[in-house]
Structure formats: structure tokens, C-alpha cells
């Protein structure tokens, strides 16, 4: 990626945090991340300009509301710094803005799901719509394993899912994490599924662990947002699945 573009992605960033945090808040509740401005969950006064200058304005009002002094949360502004370490990550492995877009994506949907157990079909389709859009400019080989790849990702977790509703009679994996997984196969082809599929299993048997250690036990009944994990993986993937990949053969 040329130096002009990093710079540019690094820059955006932020803004771009700002925006996931939008989708954040109104995709789960149905309200339109267009219109309608921004205001205080707590006095709902419309914010200004000076007060959605990401990290900045949360920083320099010290996590308060301007206009009534409420604690504001820290999610946005994390998710706003998330966005930038996406773009400097990004940046400093030397690749485009197709990467910053994967991650960009994956973070929201990542953010959605654990906090509301729902994986928008806006965000999903559009992951596998850019995944296949960007395989276009790479050649007919990488664009045909990439429709493979999401066929595959939604067909197998749909099929799972399917199998484990008609043999517990409830939902065990949802369908949101079938399109996730599709979208994701769009963007690391069919080669990169499995290792997705691996690694997000790994971290979440992990996070089960060391909840256990805690005192803090997963019930077989209890929800579990699989999105966060396969997100992270396929990050991890998109970024280093090559070297993965040859170093399982």
C-alpha cells in the first residue's frame, strides 16, 4: 500500500470508529444509522460538531456529557481506537484498503453480536458483497474460490444448525453466524475456512475456560455470541492465513 494511502486509511480511522459505533447503537434497535442526529442517551441533547470528534471530544470532556455532565460509556471510543489499530495493523503488514474494509466490517458485526446476540443482514450481506466485489480485481481463480468459499461458510454452519435444532429442539448456532461465515468465506476464500472455523472454536473454548477458572461456569443453556470469535479469526486469517497454511503442509 503506498504511503499516501496508509496515511489516509490511519487518518480515516477514527471517523470510521465513529460510524461503527452509530451502526452499534441503532442497527440492533431498528433505527436508521442516517438519519436523525446524535444526542445524550441521558438528556437527549442534539450533540454538536465538537462533541463527536472521535477520541478527542470523549477525552477532553473526560467521559461526560457536555451539556447535563452524565458518564458517557466507554464503548465508542474504544471502538473508535479498534478501528484505528485495524489501520495501523493494516498498514504495517503493507496492505490496502481491502484489508481495512474486511476489518472495518468484521469489528462491527463483532461489536453487534456481543452485545446483542444479532448479526445485522445488512452488515453480513455487505461483507460478502465487498469480499466478492474486491476478488474481482484479482483474477477469475481467486473470485471463484471466493464464491465457493461463502457458499460453503453459509451452507456447512446452516447445516449444523439445522441438525442441532432437530436433535435438541432449540437454537444451538444461529443463523447469523451462518451468513457471518459465508460473508467471511467471500473474503478468505474455501482454503481459509477451516482455519477460521478452528481458531474461533480454540478462543471460545478458551474464554469458556478461564470463565470456569473464575468461578463463573458456561451452563449449556447459556447464550454465547460466536460472532466476536470468528471475527477476530478471520482476521488473523486474512492477515496471515498464507503463512498458516504452508506451515500446516
Partial sequence: MHLAARIFTVAAAPFVGSFIGVL??????????????????????????????????WILLRGRCRYCRAPIGALLPLIEAAALLIALWAALQSESLESCVFGWLLLALGVIDWRSFILPNPLTLSLAVSGLGFALSAGTGALRDRVIGAAAGFL??????ALYRHRRGREGLG????????????WVS??????????????????????????????????????????????I???YGPLLIAAAS
Fill in 156 to 161: 456447512v454452519f446452516a447445516a449444523i444448525a
Fill in 190 to 235: 474455501w482454503q481459509g475456512l477451516p482455519l477460521v472455523v478452528a481458531l474461533a472454536a480454540a478462543a471460545a473454548l478458551l474464554m469458556v475456560a478461564v470463565r470456569a477458572a473464575a468461578g463463573q461456569p458456561v451452563q449449556s443453556t447459556d447464550r454465547i455470541s460466536f460472532g466476536p470469535f470468528l471475527a477476530g479469526a478471520a482476521w
Fill in 175 to 186: 443463523r447469523g453466524d451462518a451468513k457471518l461465515l459465508g460473508g467471511i468465506g467471500a
Fill in 24 to 57: 452499534v447503537s441503532r442497527l440492533p434497535a431498528g433505527e436508521s444509522v442516517i438519519a436523525g442526529r446524535s444526542r445524550c442517551g441521558n438528556c437527549g441533547h442534539a450533540l454538536a460538531a465538537r462533541d463527536l470528534v472521535p477520541l478527542a471530544s
Fill in 237 to 239: 486469517i486474512w492477515l
